[in-house]
């Protein structure tokens, strides 16, 4: 019968550091997270909240909620950069 322990004796020198063999970017070579795009995404969706605002509705209960929604993913973007300026990508 098969083991399902997982053993990390083989590693993969992706020029940076040592990576296990079973990890599925160690082939080739990217480990992380695309925070640009991220980034680009969360401005990107915040200005398609205030453009909402533009439309044939009467209330105001709406505007501020989307005004409320952008600001609040502007915010967690902002800080998200604002953590990680200083490390390396």
Known sequence: MAST???HTEFIDT???REPADAPSARFGW?????KTFYGAAVFFAAFLLLMMIGN???RVEDIYLVVFAVG????????WWMSRGKWS
């Open 31 to 35: 480990h992380g997270v695309a925070t």
């Open 73 to 80: 993913i502007l915010v967690l973007a902002i800080r998200g």
């Open 57 to 59: 509705h009467t209330g």
């Open 15 to 17: 020029g940076w550091r």
């Open 5 to 7: 322990d997982v053993e």
